[in-house]
């Protein structure tokens, strides 16, 4: 992925785009076959830190449901 000019990174195109890799494959082979050129410091920030929440979410069945739940009470406050 070259993210050459891009200058504002959202969590939510890296947790759709790449985060959930994680889910189907370890984040050793991802980070063996997904190269990322051009990142700037603060799109690696981000995407770091999708990938860091990424990893106990899919590996953790009740880490999982316990995100699910928090975010469903969150979106039913609306």
Request: hydrophobic content about 40%; cysteine-free; charged content about 20%.
């Amino acid at each position: 992925m070259d993210f050459e000019g891009v200058k504002v990174f959202a969590s939510a195109f890296f947790n759709v785009a790449i985060g959930q890799l994680l889910q189907d494959i370890q984040s050793d082979t991802l980070n063996e076959k997904l190269i990322i050129e051009n990142l700037s410091p603060h799109g690696e920030t981000v995407l770091s830190q999708v990938i860091d929440n990424a990893k106990p979410y899919y590996s953790d069945p009740a880490h999982r449901q316990a995100v699910d739940s928090v975010m469903e009470e969150y979106a039913a406050s609306f």
